[in-house]
């Protein structure tokens, strides 16, 4: 897994590098969030807000729609084959689970999936006009191709009665795919159904914090360098846990790596060209 221990003294020697060298050099500039565009320190932490208090309502993959959920999930907002790449229905009924996943298959994704009332995307090659400015991680996004998400993936850490699980972003609701107030501020959901529930929740949730539907929990987004293994880590080809090449802040820090790289040959070069 890369992680920020990983990663912190080499960009500590580089930027030092870097620092002296260009005391002596003064054409080449120090890395800003200001010179960096899309290469912004993605090692800075971000401190995300908590949701507290927030109605959670569960939900699976594929639930069929009911006069409250009207919008079946055998699709997600991001996963038009969603229920096939599961592996199956994700039966919520207890008898039908073991150890926080079904017991008729092995699921194909991470069983701890949630959903918020947000998406990025208008369609695949569009992003809401708002999205880069409310998105907090959206420098470090790993595709930056229009109509790419930049939401999918992303971690939570739910609370609930002092129980703490973690569970990934897959797909948008309740209700509503526009409340980026909400999501990403310190607003109380627009939504007003089901006692204004602002999060969904899948089985494997539920049971691990000994939830019911419309129970009230705190939430926050946590990035995945800072998530201990539990059973979150244990099963799915979008797990991080199990390929740490679906980090969603890999790329970013590669890349921020390699532009510091590319930043102390230079200030090398110019010393050298001086001498």
Same mark, same amino acid.
Not at 10 to 15: G, Q
Not at 64 to 73: A, D, E, L, M, V
Not at 238 to 247: C, E, R, T
């Given at each position: 897994m890369l992680t920020l221990f990983k990663y912190l003294p080499?960009?500590?020697?580089?930027?030092i590098g870097a620092t002296t060298l260009l005391a002596q050099t003064p054409r080449v500039s120090t890395p800003t969030s200001a010179n960096l565009g899309n290469l912004a320190n993605p090692f800075a932490v971000i401190r995300y807000p908590w949701h507290k208090n927030i109605t959670a309502t569960v939900f699976w993959i594929g639930e069929? #729609?009911? +006069?409250?959920? +009207?919008?079946?999930?055998h699709a997600s907002s991001w996963d038009t084959k969603w229920q096939l790449n599961y592996g199956g229905f994700d039966n #919520?009924?207890?008898e039908a689970r073991m150890g926080y996943r079904p017991k008729s298959f092995t699921p194909g994704l991470n069983p701890f999936?949630?959903?918020? #009332?947000?998406?990025?995307?208008?369609?695949h090659s569009t992003y809401k006009p708002e999205a880069s400015k409310?998105? #907090?991680?959206?420098?470090?996004?790993?595709?930056?191709?229009p109509g790419k998400t930049s939401l999918k993936g992303r971690w939570l850490q739910i609370v609930y009665k002092g129980k703490i699980c973690y569970a990934q972003w897959e797909d948008c609701g309740p209700f509503t795919t526009n409340d980026y107030q909400y999501v990403f501020g310190n607003t109380q959901p627009r939504n007003t159904k089901n006692n204004s529930a602002g999060l969904d929740v899948s089985p494997a949730v539920r049971d691990y914090l000994s939830m019911t539907s419309n129970a009230k929990v705190h939430w926050r987004f946590i990035d995945f360098s800072n998530i201990p293994r539990g059973p979150w880590?244990?099963?799915?080809?979008?797990? +991080?846990?199990?390929? +740490?090449?679906?980090?969603p802040d890999?790329?970013?820090k590669q890349e921020y790596m390699d532009y510091l790289r590319k930043l102390r040959d230079r200030a090398y070069q110019q010393r050298n060209s001086r001498r």
């Open positions: 080499l960009v500590t020697i580089f930027m069929k #729609p009911t +006069p409250n959920n +009207p919008t079946p999930n #919520p009924n207890k999936y949630i959903a918020l #009332p947000y998406n990025d995307c208008i369609n409310v998105v #907090p991680w959206w420098h470090r996004r790993a595709d930056k191709r880590s244990y099963y799915g080809k979008n797990n +991080p846990f199990l390929n +740490p090449l679906l980090d890999r790329k970013a």
